[in-house]
């Protein structure tokens, strides 16, 4: 029996309420070291509610998250990112008119050394482009130059230029939400590919998606959500796109799956 890869990221019994509305009720999670672990459910499990309280957008009500081991307490995105979690969000936010490059750095840029850095904070547009190439050669990336503006991009090269900034100066975890929404098949294949490459680079991977073939191609997990908890963790080499949906919509309920199926 192998031994099971370390546990990255973990949350117990996350609480989050809106008003009336209970969005997670109780909420656990697991991600382990080198895996790309799936999140799925209806609308209204609570997937959204619990990716934001692991990417720092919410605060919950109850319950703990713990970064290799180690209890967290994030106030914002930016504590996640300074704990070395990056979001890649439906929505890109890229920014159309700035080159990739620049899109790259957005927010990090890199100052020029010495006085003309610290005092007159001039950016260093060189170091910059040379990281950028190096950061989208290494995960394969075919974009011809990283100076055209990205308004010149595909959708699909758009979603890799995001995806790569997450990959670039993630420590830690990479969680990415629906990045495949928009997507034609060909471009939809461009991004699974590249979220194999992350993985493979050592990081961990959280993929939220509805769109369950994708899910059933990447997953090395599959966590189910539902009613604002965790219903089961499944190994999608060991059980049916079907029975997979049945947990998550009531139909079945974990219990009723093989030994097999479980993760």
Aim: proline content about 4%; overall charge positive.
């Amino acid at each position: 029996m192998s031994a099971q890869p370390q546990i990255v990221m973990q949350a117990k019994g996350l609480i989050k309420r809106y008003g009336q509305v209970t969005a997670l009720d109780g909420a656990d999670f697991e991600l382990r070291a080198g895996e790309i672990l799936a999140v799925i459910g209806d609308n209204g499990a609570g997937k959204s509610s619990l990716i934001k309280c692991l990417s720092g957008a919410t605060i919950p009500d109850q319950g703990e998250i713990f970064l290799d081991g180690k209890p967290i307490h994030f106030k914002s995105p930016i504590d996640a990112r300074h704990s070395g979690i990056e979001t890649v969000y439906q929505d890109l936010a890229v920014a159309p008119a700035m080159t990739i490059s620049e899109n790259l750095f957005l927010g990090r840029e890199l100052r020029r050394p010495g006085f003309l850095g610290k005092f007159l904070r001039v950016l260093d547009k060189k170091k910059m482009l040379e990281e950028s190439i190096s950061r989208m050669q290494e995960l394969k990336v075919g974009i011809r130059s990283m100076t055209q503006a990205v308004e010149t991009l595909s959708g699909g090269q758009r979603q890799c230029v995001a995806v790569a900034r997450a990959a670039a100066f993630a420590q830690h975890v990479v969680i990415m939400d629906e990045p495949t929404a928009a997507l034609g098949v060909k471009e939809g294949n461009m991004v699974l590919e590249l979220i194999r490459r992350v993985r493979d680079k050592g990081l961990p991977v959280v993929l939220i998606s509805h769109n369950m073939p994708h899910v059933f191609e990447v997953a090395d997990r599959i966590h189910i959500a539902r009613l604002g908890k965790r219903a089961a963790v499944v190994n999608p080499k060991h059980i049916s796109m079907s029975d997979t949906v049945a947990v998550m919509t009531g139909a079945k309920s974990a219990d009723d799956l093989p030994e097999a199926a479980h993760a």
